[in-house]
Nanobody, 127 residues
Framework: QVRLVESGGGSVQAGGSLKLSCEVS????????MGWFRQAPGKERDGVAY???????KVAASVKGRFTISRDNAKNTLYLEMNNVQVEDTAMYYC?????????????????????WGQGTQVTVSS
């Protein structure tokens, strides 16, 4: 059974940094497209960043220049490095994985759904 477990969330002041991790277990062939999503209270879930199977990234315009997505296939782990966080970055952050083998993160961003999801990790940014 595929399992995704996020960690690294917490409370941080605006301008600070956090690094989220997502460890994948249970399968070695599901992490071809991976992504980070977030959902703030009362809002829809939005895609934040995506990475293709060769580590080609795509990040949303709202976080470009501040967030970096990367993956370590040897460790089956996905990361989201968050710098200069803002109050509007406050949300539950989820990682997701899909078996579709797409090279580019930009193509992974176009997927309408992902097959596997983690339980989420909360990020709270205070002013």
């Amino acid at each position: 059974q595929v399992r995704l477990v996020e960690s690294g969330g917490g409370s941080v002041q605006a301008g600070g940094s956090l690094k989220l991790s997502c460890e994948v277990s249970g399968s070695t062939d599901i992490d071809n497209c991976m992504g980070w999503f977030r959902q703030a209270p009362g809002k829809e879930r939005d895609g934040v960043a995506y990475v293709g199977w060769n580590n080609s990234p795509k990040v949303a315009a709202s976080v470009k220049g501040r967030f970096t997505i990367s993956r370590d296939n040897a460790k089956n782990t996905l990361y989201l490095e968050m710098n200069n966080v803002q109050v509007e970055d406050t949300a539950m952050y989820y990682c997701a994985a899909d078996p579709r083998r797409l090279l580019l993160g930009a193509k992974c961003a176009e997927l309408s759904e992902y097959a596997h999801w983690g339980q989420g990790t909360q990020v709270t940014v205070s002013s």
